[in-house]
């Protein structure tokens, strides 16, 4: 929790004002281009008088942090770094419409959405809680794959290029569990799931190409295609999948070279693709003749039915990647690539360029936990405590006023408050959580009174009871605003 301001220390009200926001700006706890408190707002949540915040202000203006936009308030300064992030580069054909401007750079969610300010779980992080990991199957699974003269030959050369080939055969062998019928020699080993997608997207792409993505969809995902200067397509995403109309209008406008989809357990709404739904994009893949990169990262919280375009299409125009992150621990950066077999050999030597090889201790210790039945055992516990979570959330919600805009399933919830939750952000981090607002996940910049929270870490009253708090502060502020404005 945010330690308050006082007179008591050896900085003025003003100066301690200024460190935490700066603090906050420069950790990537605001994003750029976010909005800042009013004066009047600010001064009333820290208890000090608006001359006090003014002059905090200027102070943040005057480092460039933050820019003052006329009649419209303080926002968080878009540095040149942000910049770059933000635009295509000078490579990329004429802009067009659907060119995007992303919201936020990679960096914002990596040190802002995995760092946890506090000491209680974070609702608006993307992973299962530590205590709900098995860190003695991994443990056991490292000693294993290491002990007596094995170690040696994992650690005194690079690795094979496509991947430690036991891990491949164990990954082959679990896609068909799901569906797909694969083997060995489509499986390239990545550096997690961030990895895969940027290799497929680096082996496929050129910069200029027009790329669709889900919208909401994963905002690392559209910052890492604008910044390799990408034309980013927006398709709307519903409960059954993709808007087949925007994306068909959108296929023949600009005809796209790659479809990057989550089909199992999107996020951030959760959502399964409909295999009416899927039918109906391969159709429009084979018309408009584009690849589709499917994001598999859930797989081991999914429901087995779950529909994925790679299994109806069978790796044809479809590349499916996966990772063990949001399963067994995010640290282990294991991913992998599924895909048709023309396509390997330059897959594989985007791979070499780009990080050589992977290391096989963590393949095939993960291979192991496949081979034994360790992970399925793993995740079946996961899902059953997942299940009670869910349940408890969707219970505090409810009290507290919120509902969610879509089914509420898998890992996450996208619920809606009814204020804009970029508006929450502070007094929620002020309160001790961090959350994640639903802009956040818009390739277009846009108020949304959507957020996504985590359902394995929203079980604590305390969040929801501060939620409110935060809500009806909002809520209080704009009618201020509004009963200002008509004055």
Known sequence: MSTPLTRDSALTLTEQLVARF?????????????????VRDCAQTHGVSPYTVVAAYDQLLAQGLIESHRQRGFFVRQTQ??????????????????????????????????HEPGSHPMPGLGTLPPAWLDAAMLGAALRKVTQGDRLLPLTLHYGEPAGDSRFREAVSRKLGEFGLKTDAGQIISTVGATHALDVVSRTLLQAGDAVLVDDPGWAIEFARLAQMG?????VPRGPDGPDLAVLDALCKAHRPKLYVTVSVLHNPTSALLSPGHAHQVLRLAEAHDFHILEDDIYAYLAPAHATRLCVLDELRRTISVGSFSKILTP????????????????????????????PPILEQALALCLEQGQLRRHS????????????????????????FA?????????????????????????????IAPGALFHA??????????????????????????????AQTASTLSKGAHAQ
Not at 333 to 338: E, K, P, Q, S
Not at 380 to 403: F, K, M, N, P, T
Not at 406 to 434: I, K, N
Not at 447 to 469: E, G, P, Y
């Open 22 to 38: 700066a603090q906050r700006i420069r950790q990537h706890l605001l994003a750029p281009g976010s909005r800042l408190p009013s």
């Open 81 to 114: 770094g942000h910049a770059k992030a933000a635009n295509p580069s000078k490579a990329a054909k004429a802009p067009h419409p659907f060119q995007p401007r992303t919201p936020i750079d990679a960096t914002t969610l990596i040190k802002g959405m995995f």
């Open 230 to 234: 990408m034309r980013v397509l927006p």
């Open 331 to 358: 640290s282990w950066r294991v991913g992998y690539i599924a895909a048709p077999s023309h396509l390997v050999d330059r897959i594989i030597n985007t791979k070499l360029l780009t990080t050589l090889t992977t």
């Open 380 to 403: 079946e516990r996961v899902i059953q405590q997942l299940d009670v979570a869910r349940a408890r959330c969707l219970q505090l919600a409810r009290q507290s006023g919120c509902h």
């Open 406 to 434: 879509a089914q509420p399933q898998g890992l996450f919830g996208w619920m809606d408050v009814g204020v804009d939750t970029e508006r929450l952000t502070l007094p929620m981090l002020d309160a001790g959580w961090l």
């Open 444 to 473: 277009q910049r846009q108020a949304s009174t959507l957020m996504r929270i985590n359902f394995a870490s929203s079980q604590d009253a305390r969040f929801w009871k501060a939620l409110v708090a935060a809500r009806k502060h």
